[in-house]
């Protein structure tokens, strides 16, 4: 189920559907309050409502969006290719959010990231993503929006700017250290922006020190994976050549090469 809901008019602390997308509207009571900001804003556009969603007709609603005037065009396009994203049209589901990507609605914005970070990076590198930099960066480590990190640092690879190299290089350094979670983001989005150099250096620097986990080095296997059989010779090669060699000096990494390849 799928509605619209507004503040009722008898109770202004109350949901009332005024609209069923999926569904319909015999047993959608919506048990969740009107908070201030909401019926502030609900009060100021009278074409303005919240959308929820429940599990067919059962399960807890859950808040999805305000939609106004900027968000109603993403609605109605989201609603129009439901049927078609529900049998696993991945690609136009990804490529639509693609397009929204460097919206100037952060509210936008934030929903594609949050769709594109589910994608598969083969998927990602194939659509002509229009984002700045430097909204990439500015709330790359902000602790609130710790969710949206790892997708923006692969649309910061995938940005062609090579002057962020540095920015991915200490993340990488810092990730190793720590064996935090964003190493294999860091790394793909190295080589998405370098090439085959990074994977040399990637593999001479970390995957045959052993003084790095094997889990560490796993996930490092992981993102060069990502960047194999890609068509471009070069970057073929100096996978094959650098996992051949870190294989040589640490036999031990076989298991991780063979999951990730």
Known sequence: ???????????????????????????????????????????????????????????????????????????????????????????DRFGYFATLVGHPDTRIHRLALRELDLADYRLLRGYDLQVEPSRLLARLNDPLEAEFKPIRILLLGLTGDAQHRDVLEKGIESSVRSEGGYIGAYATALIELIGPDA?????????????????????????????????????????????????????????AVARRF
Request: aromatic share 8%; hydrophobic share 45%.
């Open 1 to 91: 189920e799928i509605v619209l809901a507004r503040a009722a008019p008898d109770n202004p602390f109350r949901f009332q559907t005024i609209e069923a997308l999926e569904g319909g509207l015999n047993s959608a009571e919506i048990p969740q309050l009107v908070d201030s900001t909401t019926r502030r804003r609900l009060a100021l556009d009278a074409n303005a409502a919240v959308l929820f969603s429940r599990e067919e007709t059962y399960g807890p609603w859950q808040r999805i969006a305000f939609v106004d005037a900027e968000m109603a065009p993403v609605l109605e396009s989201v609603m129009a290719r439901l049927p078609f994203w529900e049998v696993g049209e991945d690609h």
């Open 199 to 255: 994977v040399t250096d990637l593999a001479s620097s970390y995957l045959t020190d052993r003084d790095l986990s094997l889990f560490t080095r796993e996930l490092l296997i992981e993102a060069i994976s990502l960047h194999g059989q890609t068509g471009d010779p070069t970057m073929d090669n100096a996978i094959s050549v650098s996992i051949e060699s870190a294989l040589w000096v640490d036999p031990d990494l076989a298991g």
